[in-house]
Every structure is written in C-alpha cells, then in structure tokens.
C-alpha cells in the first residue's frame, strides 16, 4: 500500500504559508492592478497569439513573443478536425518534427507514444497547466489515460527546453503543453454523441455555470464522458469514462484561485507486452492480437488491464502591487495500473507446437515438478505524487523577474507475480535466488515486489531584460535535485530484498532573445542546457556503488522567425542539439559482480522546420509544414547512425474551410523514414507513410452534425516494431486502416 510520507505534510504546509501571508498582504492591494487575465487562441496558456485571418483557421501558429520553435493547437482544430476520442499525442501530431506510433486500436482507443524531433518519450516533458508529470520509474507517459481531449482546451508544443521556469524531469527533449478547459462568463449546456467504425461510440456533457453572481462571480464548467469500442484489432475492446470539473473563484480583485479536478478509469484486453509477429499477421492479419482459444497465452480472458487516475490541481494567483505578482500551484495525481498477462504472446501461431507445449508448463509448488497449464503474471505498478510550484514576479520597467521553487514527491508500488492464468495459482518459474545478506530463499513465483520513492526540487530565475521596446533578453539558472530511492522486499531483476538510493543534480544555464522587427515580424534565439535523471532500473544491480552513471545533458542552440500577416501566417526555425552521458549498461568486469550502469556514447540532432497559412477571403486555408530531421549517433563503432524511432523528415498539409455553419479541413500527414532500432539495420527499416483525414461539420439552430473520416487512404503501414528473443518473435504494430464516425452536438 501506498503511504502518506512526512513530505507531503511538508509540502502542504509550505504552500498553506504562501498562500496565506500573501492573501493578507493582497487586501489593501491598489484597485488599478493589472488584470489576471488569458487570450483567445492560446485560451488557457500565457500564450498571446495575433488574432489574423490565417491564424484564426490555422490548425498549427506560433506566437510573435516565442523564444523557441513552437507550435499553439487551438480547441477549434481539435473540436473541428479530430475524432473527440483522439489523445493528446494525435492531437499534437500535425506539428512539425512529431511523430507517433501506437494507437494501433484505433484513435485514442490505445496508448501511443510521441517523437519529438526524435526524442523519444520520456526525453521531453509532458504537462498540464504548468505542471509536468509522468510515471516514477521514468519519466514517460500514458496518452490516453489522464487527460482525454474532453479535458484540453489548447495544446502547445515547444520544441526545446524552454526558459528557466519551464519544469520537469527531461528538460532538453521539448514539451507538450497542456491547458485544461476554460471557464465561461455565460452558462451553456453541450451535448456530444457519436458513432462509427468497430462498434465505437462515445457520450459527452459539457457544462457551463457561467459567472455566479451569488459566489462572486465563480465561473464553473464541468465535463464527463464514456467511451465503448470492440477495437480495430481482435478481441481488443476498450472502455473509457471521465469526469472533469474545474472552478475560478475570484477572492478579491486581484486574487483568484482555481481548483480542477479530474478522474479516469479504462478498462482494455491487451497482452501486457503487445504486437503481433510476422507468423501471427500471416495467418491473422495485421490487426491480430488476442483469440477466444483458453487453451493459448493469447486469450482475451487472460489479457486485461483496468487503469485509474485521478489529477487535482489548487492554483492561488496574486496581484500585490502594480509591480509584483504571485501564483502558487498545488497539485497532487495519482495512477493505479493492475494488469493480467500471458507471459509470452508471440508463441501462438508463431511457434511449433512442441515449443508452446514446452512453453505452456508451470510449477504449482516451491520445488515441485513441472505439469501443464497456462502461464501468465499480474502486475501492479501504483504511485501518487505530491507537488507545489511556487514563483514571484517582480517587473521593475526595464525588466522582470522571475523566481521560484518546485518541489515534487512520489510514492510508489510495484510488484509482478507469476500465476497459473485458468485457476490463478500460484506458478513457481522463476530461478532459485538467496538474499546474499541472510540466506533466505525468495519464492519462485515472485518477479519483484517493490517500493520506491522520488523527491525531487527545483529552484529557477530568470530574468526578462527589455532594453527596447522590440527587444527581450532572458538570462535564467535553473538549480535540480533529485532523488531516487528503492525499499523492496523483492527488487526487480536481482530478486532478494535491497534497499538503495541515489541523488542527482545539475546546474543548468538558459538564455533567450525576442526582437520584435515590426509588428508582425519577430525573430528569436536560444541557448539552453538540458538534464535528464537516470531511470530507477540503474539500481536494479546487485551492486550498485559500482555503477558510474551520471545524468544524461544536452546543450541547445536554436535560431527562428515568426511572421504574421493579415492572411499570410509563416514561422521557421533552424536548431542544434548535442545530447551527452546516454545510459549504458553490461556486465561488471568481475562476472560475480553483476551488471554495471555508465555513461558512454552521445546523439547530435540538428534540422529546419517550418510552417505556413495562407487565408483567403472567404474562409478558405491552405497550410503546410515540414521538418528535416538529423538524430545521429556519435558512438564508437556506430557513429552517425540514425537512433531508433527517428523519422528523418516530417510533412504535414491541408486545406481548411470555416465559414458560417459549415466546417470542413482536409489534412495529411507523412512521416518520413526511420528505423526501429539503433544502427540503420535493413530488417528494422521503416518506410514513410501517410495518414490522411477529412471532417466536415454543418450547424443548424442548436444542433451541429458531423462525419470525420480517419486515414481515407486506409493504409496499414508499419510504426514500430519491438525486437524479440529471435527475429521471428519481433512485434509488430500498424496503423489501424479506415475509420469513420458520425456524430451529433446540441448546445443550450
């Protein structure tokens, strides 16, 4: 079970003084403060993005005050363009440089997984409203499990690390910026329901309190939906349903405070170790991926998961004086993934018979003999994390700063069990292993069972110089610690009870440059350094003080420009990334001393990208972007070898038509070659391929109908593929082929 730790009372207490020392010094706050307020196509965000002809229609813009290469997606494009089950990572995908595999089951029906001009999740952040979060033994992500797009209003990609205050654990990838749903001075109710391919179907409700005279003006907006589909892959249904609701409370004229929540619950068959050999896809089909055989590791009873999430943010924002402000988040999230798996799903049809006969033996008792039956294993992996981000801002004239302090804890279980998958006892496969303290003998049915913990801080400031009106200069320092520490009964792969820890850190210097040429030309630059923390398996060591990992770095350069015309919207960048200190292990010198962890081997990730709109007067759009995109190796030996998931290049295109009650977009998106694996192996080659979509929308009175039809070409190429034990147990994922959904939205 998870427990409450000290850190969490520390935590609290800070953010409850912040909260109310400055509450109090806001009450006699001057009534000509400025105002708290947002912006209409980055809603949400910070983000001031030109109110043009081309950007009001463009499915990706940038601001004129970026200072990296960026990419702002509006609710419009989502509400207008996408299936409302889409995750975050398809809803991101129309920018340049982002790639994605998975979501083989259909859009937002299964996890997928973004590239960020190469950099593969987890070597860039994910948040929401400000803050970062992902999972505790690295920093990666579930696209579909916390934040369905009911609950985004505007997304923005920044492809670099940002400023010193831009937070989280992968600071030299990019993020993916999420913003929740706005609230509304006017009270609506909206309605959504839709149907289409595989069976799937969705309801959603969406509330708007409007402005509450009697709670001073609290604006309310609520949201929940339920998703069901059968899969576009076999016997792979997946059901969905989340509820969203967020308050702005305004304290006083320059206090507010927010409070949102959201919970969510999915319930899937899919092997815990997914995708189909090339034997399976011969037989089945590409979108094989379990059977109705009880007698194979690849029954669907066998392979389930039910995940549970909840996030909460509180988020206190002051205006004390004409010059200085403040704003203080506390959050919390937590994630409850219980599974049930075959142990080895490739077997089936891939395998000879007397190998899955082999295969299908267990061990009912510590030293029996082994019989027949159907191996499989359960799996936890449950964490809640605890967080505050606090930060001052001071604007004395020609310049304001920034400073702040984020501090983070987590808390986590995790444990795999192998069992008997038909009457779920005990199955005992697992090597005899001896605690190397005590003697005792771990039980064979026990892969790890496992608790650990992560305390992690950060203080930033940075510093906007504005010398001229057109020019900004950002010098900021960014201070990390962080922890990981490991208390387990049974430790993942050494098997015997351990208790272990490491702290790492970093000092990380970031300077940027906006110069505003004109009023709808400006161009940007950055500097920045990058850290990512090693992953909790580097103490998955029977020895870990022999280990010399230290955190991987990055060094970021990047130059760009933005422009904004009344119809023409273009922005361009070039960038340089050398990225150090990757994450290696192999065997220590001394054999009895296990497996080592050190640093060795570097990437150099270099491109262009682009980006461009062009409106015309009657509601018609035309974009395009494109990147082109280096992620070479520096390693000895395999040196300038493209890395694994990399695309080489990337190339969206559309037309868009918005125009009194008819919506209508046409989009394509080609990613370009890339390779599964390290080191350009033909067997791992990746073509490019095309995923191209239509919607079109018409609104009469309160009602609004629509039809989006995904990939029209109904292509089935290949995304990814993950190595097996041979090349005959590699796994394959494809693009699910055609779908198409109709639906139907009323609006009081």
Same mark, same amino acid.
């Given at each position: 079970?998870?427990?409450?730790?000290?850190?969490?009372?520390?935590?609290?207490?800070?953010?409850?003084?912040?909260?109310?020392?400055?509450?109090?010094?806001?009450?006699?706050?001057?009534?000509?403060?400025?105002?708290?307020?947002?912006?209409?196509?980055?809603?949400?965000?910070?983000?001031?993005?030109?109110?043009?002809?081309?950007?009001?229609?463009?499915?990706?813009?940038?601001?004129?005050?970026?200072?990296?290469?960026?990419?702002?997606?509006?609710?419009?494009?989502?509400?207008?363009?996408?299936?409302?089950?889409?995750?975050?990572?398809?809803?991101?995908?129309?920018?340049?440089?982002?790639?994605?595999?998975?979501?083989?089951?259909?859009?937002?029906?299964?996890?997928?997984?973004?590239?960020?001009?190469?950099?593969?999740?987890?070597?860039?952040?994910?948040?929401?409203?400000?803050?970062?979060?992902?999972?505790?033994? $690295?920093?990666?992500?579930?696209?579909?499990? #916390?934040?369905? +797009? /009911?609950?985004?209003?505007?997304? &923005? *990609?920044?492809? %670099? =690390?940002?400023?010193?205050?831009?937070?989280?654990?992968?600071?030299?990838?990019?993020?993916?910026?999420?913003?929740?749903?706005?609230?509304?001075?006017?009270?609506?109710?909206?309605?959504?329901?839709?149907?289409?391919?595989?069976?799937?179907?969705?309801?959603?409700?969406?509330?708007?309190?409007?402005?509450?005279?009697?709670?001073?003006?609290?604006?309310?907006?609520?949201?929940?939906?339920?998703?069901?589909? $059968?899969?576009?892959?076999?016997?792979?249904? #997946?059901?969905? +349903? /989340?509820?969203?609701?967020?308050? &702005? *409370?305004?304290? %006083? =004229?320059?206090?507010?405070?927010?409070?949102?929540?959201?919970?969510?619950?999915?319930?899937?068959?899919?092997?815990?170790?997914?995708?189909?050999?090339?034997?399976?896809?011969?037989?089945?089909?590409?979108?094989?991926?379990?059977?109705?055989?009880?007698?194979?590791?690849?029954?669907?009873?066998?392979?389930?998961?039910?995940?549970?999430?909840?996030?909460?943010?509180?988020?206190?924002?002051?205006?004390?004086?004409?010059?200085?402000?403040?704003?203080?988040?506390?959050?919390?999230?937590?994630?409850?993934?219980?599974?049930?798996?075959?142990?080895?799903?490739?077997?089936?049809?891939?395998?000879?018979?007397?190998?899955?006969?082999?295969?299908?033996?267990?061990?009912?008792?510590?030293?029996?003999?082994?019989?027949?039956?159907?191996?499989?294993?359960?799996?936890?992996?449950?964490?809640?994390?605890?967080?505050?981000?606090?930060?001052?801002?001071?604007?004395?004239?020609?310049?304001?700063?920034?400073?702040?302090?984020?501090?983070?804890?987590?808390?986590?279980?995790?444990?795999?069990?192998?069992?008997?998958?038909?009457?779920?006892?005990?199955?005992?496969?697992?090597?005899?292993?001896?605690?190397?303290?005590?003697?005792?003998?771990?039980?064979?049915?026990?892969?790890?069972?496992?608790?650990?913990?992560?305390?992690?801080?950060?203080?930033?400031?940075?510093?906007?110089?504005?010398?001229?009106?057109?020019?900004?200069?950002?010098?900021?320092?960014?201070?990390?610690?962080?922890?990981?520490?490991?208390?387990?009964?049974?430790?993942?792969?050494?098997?015997?009870?351990?208790?272990?820890?490491?702290?790492?850190?970093?000092?990380?210097?970031?300077?940027?440059?906006?110069?505003?040429?004109?009023?709808?030309?400006?161009?940007?630059?950055?500097?920045?350094?990058?850290?990512?923390?090693?992953?909790?398996?580097?103490?998955?060591?029977?020895?870990?003080?022999?280990?010399?990992?230290?955190?991987?770095?990055?060094?970021?350069?990047?130059?760009?420009?933005?422009?904004?015309?009344?119809?023409?919207?273009?922005?361009?960048?070039?960038?340089?990334?050398?990225?150090?200190?990757?994450?290696?292990?192999?065997?220590?010198?001394?054999?009895?001393?296990?497996?080592?962890?050190?640093?060795?081997?570097?990437?150099?990730?270099?491109?262009?990208?682009?980006?461009?709109?062009?409106?015309?007067?009657?509601?018609?759009?035309?974009?395009?972007?494109?990147?082109?995109?280096?992620?070479?190796?520096?390693?000895?030996?395999?040196?300038?070898?493209?890395?694994?998931?990399?695309?080489?290049?990337?190339?969206?295109?559309?037309?868009?038509?918005?125009?009194?009650?008819?919506?209508?977009?046409?989009?394509?998106?080609?990613?370009?070659?890339?390779?599964?694996?390290?080191?350009?192996?033909?067997?791992?080659?990746?073509?490019?391929?095309?995923?191209?979509?239509?919607?079109?929308?018409?609104?009469?009175?309160?009602?609004?109908?629509?039809?989006?039809?995904?990939?029209?070409?109904?292509?089935?190429?290949?995304?990814?593929?993950?190595?097996?034990?041979?090349?005959?147990?590699?796994?394959?994922?494809?693009?699910?082929?055609?779908?198409?959904?109709?639906?139907?939205?009323?609006?009081?």
């Amino acid at each position: 079970m998870i427990q409450k730790s000290g850190a969490q009372a520390r935590l609290f207490g800070v953010s409850l003084l912040a909260f109310t020392s400055l509450t109090a010094a806001s009450v006699a706050h001057a009534d000509d403060a400025p105002p708290i307020a947002g912006n209409d196509l980055a809603e949400g965000s910070a983000i001031v993005v030109t109110g043009t002809k081309a950007n009001e229609i463009a499915p990706v813009t940038a601001s004129l005050q970026a200072t990296q290469p960026q990419a702002v997606i509006s609710r419009s494009f989502i509400e207008d363009s996408l299936p409302a089950t889409a995750d975050f990572n398809q809803i991101a995908l129309i920018s340049p440089s982002v790639s994605n595999f998975g979501g083989v089951n259909g859009p937002g029906l299964s996890e997928s997984k973004a590239q960020i001009r190469g950099f593969q999740d987890g070597e860039y952040n994910v948040t929401y409203d400000g803050v970062p979060f992902g999972d505790t033994n $690295d920093p990666t992500h579930h696209s579909n499990t #916390f934040f369905p +797009s /009911n609950t985004i209003e505007t997304l &923005v *990609i920044d492809r %670099g =690390p940002g400023n010193a205050s831009q937070l989280g654990q992968a600071t030299f990838g990019g993020n993916i910026n999420m913003f929740s749903r706005t609230t509304r001075e006017d009270a609506s109710v909206e309605g959504k329901l839709s149907y289409g391919s595989w069976n799937s179907w969705m309801a959603r409700a969406l509330i708007q309190t409007g402005a509450i005279k009697a709670l001073g003006g609290t604006e309310i907006v609520i949201s929940g939906q339920h998703i069901e589909t $059968d899969g576009a892959r076999t016997y792979s249904p #997946f059901h969905s +349903s /989340n509820i969203f609701g967020k308050a &702005v *409370i305004p304290l %006083g =004229p320059d206090v507010k405070l927010s409070i949102l929540g959201t919970y969510n619950q999915n319930h899937f068959n899919q092997p815990d170790k997914d995708g189909a050999t090339l034997s399976q896809v011969a037989l089945y089909g590409k979108h094989f991926s379990l059977n109705n055989d009880p007698s194979s590791q690849t029954y669907f009873g066998y392979n389930y998961t039910n995940k549970t999430t909840d996030f909460e943010i509180a988020k206190l924002e002051v205006v004390l004086s004409p010059m200085i402000s403040f704003d203080d988040k506390l959050y919390t999230y937590s994630y409850d993934n219980e599974t049930l798996s075959g142990s080895d799903v490739t077997l089936y049809a891939t395998a000879t018979p007397s190998a899955i006969a082999t295969a299908n033996m267990v061990k009912l008792t510590q030293d029996g003999a082994s019989v027949a039956g159907i191996p499989g294993y359960t799996k936890t992996n449950k964490y809640r994390v605890w967080g505050n981000i606090a930060q001052v801002h001071w604007n004395f004239g020609i310049a304001t700063l920034t400073a702040g302090i984020w501090v983070d804890f987590a808390d986590t279980y995790r444990q795999q069990r192998d069992v008997e998958l038909v009457t779920m006892a005990p199955n005992f496969a697992e090597k005899k292993v001896k605690d190397p303290v005590t003697q005792a003998l771990t039980p064979s049915n026990i892969k790890f069972d496992q608790n650990s913990n992560t305390d992690h801080n950060e203080e930033f400031a940075e510093l906007e110089i504005r010398p001229t009106d057109q020019l900004k200069i950002t010098p900021g320092i960014k201070f990390v610690s962080f922890k990981r520490s490991i208390n387990a009964a049974y430790n993942q792969t050494t098997r015997y009870p351990q208790q272990v820890s490491n702290t790492y850190t970093a000092t990380l210097p970031f300077v940027t440059v906006n110069y505003a040429a004109t009023e709808n030309v400006s161009f940007y630059a950055q500097f920045a350094k990058g850290f990512l923390a090693p992953a909790l398996g580097v103490l998955y060591v029977d020895k870990p003080g022999l280990s010399t990992v230290e955190p991987e770095r990055s060094t970021n350069y990047q130059f760009g420009g933005v422009y904004h015309g009344a119809s023409l919207s273009i922005d361009a960048d070039v960038y340089v990334i050398t990225f150090n200190n990757k994450f290696k292990s192999a065997p220590a010198p001394n054999q009895a001393d296990g497996t080592i962890w050190f640093n060795q081997g570097a990437v150099t990730y270099k491109g262009v990208e682009g980006q461009i709109t062009y409106a015309f007067d009657n509601g018609l759009a035309v974009f395009a972007n494109a990147s082109r995109n280096y992620a070479k190796t520096n390693n000895p030996g395999v040196a300038h070898m493209q890395v694994a998931n990399a695309p080489e290049y990337t190339v969206a295109t559309g037309i868009l038509y918005k125009r009194g009650p008819i919506r209508f977009s046409l989009t394509n998106k080609y990613t370009g070659r890339q390779w599964a694996v390290e080191g350009q192996d033909d067997n791992y080659r990746i073509p490019g391929y095309d995923s191209a979509n239509a919607s079109l929308r018409y609104e009469f009175g309160k009602f609004r109908v629509g039809v989006e039809v995904e990939n029209i070409f109904g292509t089935t190429s290949v995304t990814n593929i993950n190595q097996g034990k041979t090349k005959a147990f590699d796994q394959y994922f494809y693009q699910p082929g055609r779908s198409v959904t109709a639906d139907v939205t009323v609006k009081f």
